[in-house]
């Protein structure tokens, strides 16, 4: 809210903030936390803000008011954090009911709220985490509530499948895990000069973008994997057997990366086989054993030699191949986001928008959540190639400055050194 | 061969080398191959040594005389190679025949040996490397072939399963990779406040070397692994399924570690489930699925949400976790293979005997390769608490230096950047 002279007119909205973090780990979620807080500690410094909550568990410790008193870490703690994987506060996967249907729980909300003073939420998350800071606006807006709060989303995921903005935070670091192990398979593999397919299978349900980082080898002139199968686009186990026959008519070691979410011609599942059946609380199917599905297909339709592997958590919570790239936007989107909350803003997602230009810069800025949550970015045609079994140089140019920089993680004992609550 | 003024009175042997790499790839056998070449390179000046050629894919590459020249690698290139996973030179799986059974065989390799004026053999492998060495040690002594040779054994195996040897050259990174990975997914699972078990495999065949590893992150004064089972113990489903109960019961995020190798009471592996039914050329049985039975077994059993995972090729081609102490030991036992082998020794293993005392150091010996081929070290008891679930303190003791220290490997792009022969 800035008058045509560009100073805030807005009256300050004085009282507590609180932070959370939720969905699944990544290496950069606590450097988004640690720049929230350092965003909001320089808020305190001004008066604008008091304490610093941190919730346990996300929303379900903002029910059970199990919080954490963020409000006096120290710089030196702040760094730790940005570079320690997973969610220091401790994550949930609650979906939220809607406000129309169950104003009742949000009215509980507002009773922790009004109960501690806090007039800024910040939530740390992926998709359906927007979807939490979008019903906690909603409400806001259709209940008539008078008690005034900020609700600013601040995107989370390596899944990179949040609409509008460039890219996510904590996708460039799970690039670079996937990038650089792909890389050390590639060498693995080549050792031996018998035919041998190597599966790797790597996270993302709906969307590539994951997968699409193994073919950053290619980047170093070396080799790369043979073939790579995304989701975007139909899997037909028939061309699947022609690509590895092919590439094994010209190299004895083939490594094939293929997204865990590969679907058949009628939408089932390639991993459907091995599949669990069961969904989490959104709905979601969950899969295992995509690669291992191709494995026995390869293994019968070709006969050689084949394993599978896959990458499984470590490409989330690797930190110690983050992106040094990932984790100082990660902490300037959570700094960010606080600027946005005591600027006005409200029932938004903090994001990325890339600058033009030769050399790799973003900016900051904030779209209506309402327009991000629940829909699904998907990796555009122009990064996968015709046959749909490799990634175009367009898409390395869109990935490659993502995962530059290695971070100066401080090791004890021969291990990363970690930061946690508990111990601190 | 030094006389008792410790002058060395044997006459120079005087002719070309070749090194060669075997067995399965891990991050240290190339500093091996540098430690070889360097120490070669250094008699090459001295005038004993003319060409340094390295064999293609192991002893098969020998066999069909296919060679790259070693003899003018620079020095950078030798510290970008000790740096880099899997084997430069390429490998192979031959097991050797009997002596006395094929000496057609035997005579072949010599005939080779005479062509390129090979007086020095270095091989740098597992136990079945070791076999090699001691074949072609008894051909020469049983054969009465006079074309004198000097063949020499250089360990590498990330199962640390050699005997004798304090250590394996290899088995240090592996165990940073293991130990650091591990870590990670500690904090990972440590996100959610629902009851859940975390199954991690690692390799680990008849020894239960590598999933000591995994008991590492206790030095951090953290989380560490709730559970950890060696194939070195007899496995009970009962006692586990009790084990794991137990340790809900006190937490709700519970990560076992165990070995791919581990079976139970009549002798089946617990993976053999899954297992393929294949075995290798050696007569092992190819294993998969440990972790994945025992998930199926949880599920069944407790019902709490449980998932498994493999730690697969990456612990033993993940170079960018190398240890800096591994590298340094792997590329100085090559260089002192090459002393060896110039003084005089044949059909022997270079290998480490760690020094008495407060500091950690390793001195280099010699072994004759007969007391060390196909044979296993297991982990002592002393090392496997007395439930037969987890680590003691002398066990962590035992590996804790291995993995110090990180090496200064150079990234470009975002990724590792390793030495390959067909890029320089």
Known sequence: MKNINGENTMEKLIGNAVVGQSGGPTSA????????????????????VNTIYGMKNGITGLMNERFIDLSAMPEDALCSLSLTPAAA?????????????????????????????????????????MDTVKKLSEYAKISGETYEMRFIGV??????????????????????????????VLF????????????????????????????????????????VYLPERTFSVEEFIED???ELSKNPAVLVAVSEGIRLADGEYVGAMAQSGATDVFGH???????????????????????????????????????ATDIAESRGVGKFAVSAALSGESGVMAAFRRNDGEVYSVGYVTYPVNNVANGVKTVPDAFINERGNGITDAGLRYIAPLITGETDLHFE????????????
């Open 29 to 48: 979620i606590n450097a988004t936390l640690a720049g929230v807080i350092s965003g909001l500690q320089k808020a305190a410094a001004l008066g604008t």
């Open 89 to 129: 506060l401790g994550s949930c996967r609650k979906k939220l009911p809607e406000p129309s249907e169950d104003p009742a729980f949000f009215e509980s909300l507002y009773a922790v709220f009004k109960k501690y003073d806090i007039r800024y939420f910040f939530y740390i998350g992926g998709n359906d985490s």
């Open 155 to 184: 995107p989370k995921t390596i899944d990179n499948d949040l609409l509008l903005t460039d890219h996510t935070p904590g996708y460039g670091s799970a690039a670079k895990y996937i990038a650089t192990s792909v890389k050390e």
């Open 188 to 227: 693995d593999i080549a050792v031996y000069d018998v035919p041998a397919v190597t599966i790797v299978e790597i996270m993302g349900r709906d969307a590539g973008w994951l997968t699409m980082a193994a073919a950053l080898p290619r980047l170093s002139g070396g080799r790369e994997p043979n073939l």
């Open 244 to 246: 590895v026959r092919a």
């Open 285 to 323: 199917k969950y899969l295992a054993g995509t690669a291992r599905t191709l494995e026995r297909i390869v293994k019968e339709k070709i006969g050689c030699k084949v394993r599978s592997m896959e990458l499984n958590l470590l490409q989330r919570c690797g930190a110690h191949l983050a992106s």
């Open 413 to 424: 004992n021969g291990m990363p050194d970690y930061f946690s609550f508990e111990n601190n």
